[in-house]
């Protein structure tokens, strides 16, 4: 059995393509996925800024490769797309894969070092494959030692002591923008998780007039509500976006809904007054082309990743105890992973065993009813289960001996026999027994 | 007495050039106030050395340097003012050192050389220069201004808006101190260009007499007309607007300073 990552995220592709492969429903994908015959078990993860399979398979080079063409044909929708997909892609196997993993949920890989959105996404990524039928009993567990080691990191380092959320970034642009927030006025577009984290800097940051929108106006009204702001529906964009010296958007769709055109018009209403435009939206709610406007200050998620980065540097040594946290997780994981991979193997000798002694009893019985004597018997009985037990790896150690590799073999039995504690007994000529019968 | 005034407050400006430097070198915020209030002592300084140089019998306003020095002062003074409203104080570590330039000029001309060439036209040489020279420092302010807000605004259009070695106001405050320059500066400039006219009629007769001086003036003035009707009249937008001040200021520097030299 062997786990398997492949994906793509942030480090390795532009928004330009990872917006094309973001799933708002990865349970039919993932279910397609499960029915190939290479794949046993899997997770799909797909956030804004990352999309990832993660899957247990009995046949490496079968399943990466499945995964690769999953990628190219069943979430790229055209062909160009299927190109580029596969440039931007990476593999992760084995103990790598569950390091990514656990370092994906604790946000160590994430834009905003440290921000506390992804592992609910983790959650949800992982919560949709268990209700699918996808997630079964080892990627569970890899998964529950994911969510650990998150909060581990949480709680044992500063990593997230001070999160720099997109929201705080996009705070802080604006200061650069705006000398005071006390007369500005913001439109938050969508009602999302993402929407309500901005609502809450927003409000801390001094901004007094909020107001949300959204395709479902009751989700907008009790969001709003709650940080007393007003609600509103999709369709009075172009009313309220003349009025917005910030907007904040992030809501599905295919299309953008902030176009040149509806931007332009807003800004001569507002007579040329500047206006800030954060899209974290994956697909982007704003089409690029409005940043060519003037008064027009357009950052997208990369944008936005692109400026906490400057900040990583002052992370950076909570960040090392972070990644010190991961790495015995996994080792965790891995021995827990690695005994697993045993369990087939002792079952396998424990049954031989069994047969054998069962085998032997019978023997000896049938013996003794042929009037033996009982002590004879039992002498022949226990002498013969010793003998066919050790005849298999007595016989291969033999073989193997004669070769320079085979020398691991001979470290092996000693110690899976504990020998070492009796080197110098006589066991060896016992040995000789079950080879010379 | 006056000699020993600009000097002090030459040094004065200098030190708090320093202290607002390192203020951000380290970065230090209390330091940079303390750079703020050594540029307030620095204006007072001046601002007695000043009045002291005006109260002098003719009054020696028309010499360049005297000049230079007043509009430093002019435009300190602007600064400190705009400082009580928005959060400029990071601008120290330009303004002081450019303070100290204007000054420091000027303490080496003096004692200047007075108004000898003018005699007799009364009060309006003196009002020309105080007054041209007060608009020319605001509208050099609201130059700076708006070369700062291009360099804020071309950060933030790349994307690159941490990477600054100097902690730049926002936009909206470095437009706000353009258009509060150029509202005050452009009517200081006009009344200036008025005394000016008063101040050659007083000499030949004439309001006009059509030198460079008048003619390349009458000019830069109408541009600067130009410039605030489309600021204040037609919503100009604020990057435009910053365009505006730094042309603005470059052809007024040319149409003053440069034609004399020029002619």
């Excluded at chain 1, 396998?348 to 069962?358: G, N």
């Amino acid at each position: 059995m062997k786990i398997v990552l492949v994906g793509m995220s942030h480090r390795s592709a532009p928004l330009e393509v990872r917006e094309r492969l973001a799933q708002e429903d990865p349970a039919p994908a993932l279910q397609k996925l499960v029915a190939c015959a290479e794949i046993d078990e899997a997770v799909l993860l797909s956030t804004c800024n990352r999309v990832e399979v993660v899957a247990l398979t009995r046949n490496l080079e079968a399943a990466r490769h499945r995964l690769r063409s999953f990628f190219r044909r069943d979430l790229a929708a055209d062909e160009g797309l299927s190109r580029d997909v596969a440039e931007h892609l990476y593999v992760h196997t084995g103990a790598e894969a569950m390091r990514h993993v656990m370092r994906v949920a604790s946000a160590l890989d994430s834009m905003v070092i440290g921000e506390p959105q992804i592992l609910g996404q983790t959650k949800d990524a992982y919560r949709t494959a268990v209700e699918c039928g996808a997630c079964g009993p080892i990627l569970g567990r890899l998964f529950q030692h994911a969510f650990a080691t998150a909060k581990r990191v949480r709680s044992e380092t500063r990593v997230a002591e001070r999160p720099v959320s997109v929201a705080r970034v996009a705070v802080d642009l604006a200061r650069q923008i705006f000398e005071d927030f006390g007369n500005k006025r913001a439109l938050l577009i969508g009602a999302g998780e993402m929407i309500e984290t901005a609502l809450a800097a927003l409000r801390g940051a001094g901004l007094e007039s909020i107001c949300v929108a959204n395709r479902t106006p009751e989700r907008a009204a009790e969001l709003a509500a709650r940080f007393g702001a007003t609600a509103h529906g999709l369709d009075e964009l172009a009313a309220l976006l003349p009025g917005a010296d910030m907007v904040l958007t992030s809501i599905g769709g295919d299309r953008p809904i902030l176009t040149p055109e509806l931007v332009s018009r807003a800004l001569h209403e507002r007579r040329n007054r500047p206006i800030f435009v954060i899209d974290i939206a994956v697909p982007r709610n704003a089409d690029p082309e409005i940043d060519r406007l003037d008064n027009v200050y357009l950052y997208d998620i990369d944008d936005l990743g692109a400026v906490a980065s400057q900040n990583a540097e002052q992370r950076r040594r909570e960040t090392i105890r972070a990644e010190a946290i991961v790495v015995e997780q996994q080792q965790r994981f891995d021995g827990w992973f690695a005994a697993l991979r045993a369990v087939p193997t002792i079952r396998h000798l424990r049954a031989r065993a069994e047969a054998i002694r069962e085998r032997e009893v019978e023997r000896a019985l049938a013996r003794a009813d042929a009037g033996g004597m009982a002590r004879d018997a039992v002498e022949a009985l226990s002498r013969s289960i010793v003998n066919k037990l050790l005849h298999a790896p007595v016989s291969r150690l033999r073989r193997e001996a004669e070769r320079e590799e085979g020398m691991a073999y001979l470290e092996a039995a000693r110690v899976l026999f504990d020998l070492d504690e009796d080197a110098e007994a006589p066991g060896d000529d016992s040995a000789d027994g079950p080879d010379g019968e | 007495m006056v000699v020993q005034l600009h000097q002090f407050a030459a040094a004065i400006y200098l030190i708090a050039g320093l202290v607002a430097g390192l203020s951000l070198a380290v970065p230090a915020p209390r330091l940079g106030r303390v750079a703020v209030g050594l540029l307030a002592a620095g204006l007072v300084c001046h601002g007695l050395a000043f009045g002291l140089l005006h109260s002098a019998a003719p009054p020696p306003l028309t010499d360049m340097a005297a000049a230079v020095s007043f509009m430093a002062w002019v435009g300190g003074l602007f600064f400190l003012i705009l400082l009580l409203r928005m959060r400029l104080a990071g601008l120290v570590v330009l303004v002081a050192p450019m303070a100290f330039l204007g000054v420091f000029f000027a303490a080496l001309r003096l004692p200047f050389a007075g108004e000898s060439s003018v005699g007799g036209s009364g009060s309006w040489p003196h009002a020309h220069v105080l007054l041209s020279s007060a608009g020319l420092a605001l509208l050099g302010v609201a130059c700076l201004a708006g070369l700062l807000f291009l360099i804020e605004h071309r950060r933030l259009k790349s994307k690159r808006p941490l990477r600054r070695p100097l902690p730049l106001p926002s936009l909206e405050a470095l437009d706000r101190v353009n258009a509060a320059a150029l509202a005050v500066g452009f009517p200081l400039l006009t009344v200036g260009v008025v005394t000016g006219m008063m101040w050659v009629q007083a000499v030949t007769g004439h309001f006009w007499s059509g030198t460079p001086h008048e003619t390349w003036s009458a000019v830069a003035w109408a541009v600067y007309a130009v410039l605030a009707a489309a600021r204040f009249a037609r919503h100009q937008g604020a990057r435009q607007a910053a365009l505006s001040a730094v042309g603005g200021f470059a052809f007024l520097l040319f149409a003053v300073i440069g034609v004399e030299i020029l002619v």
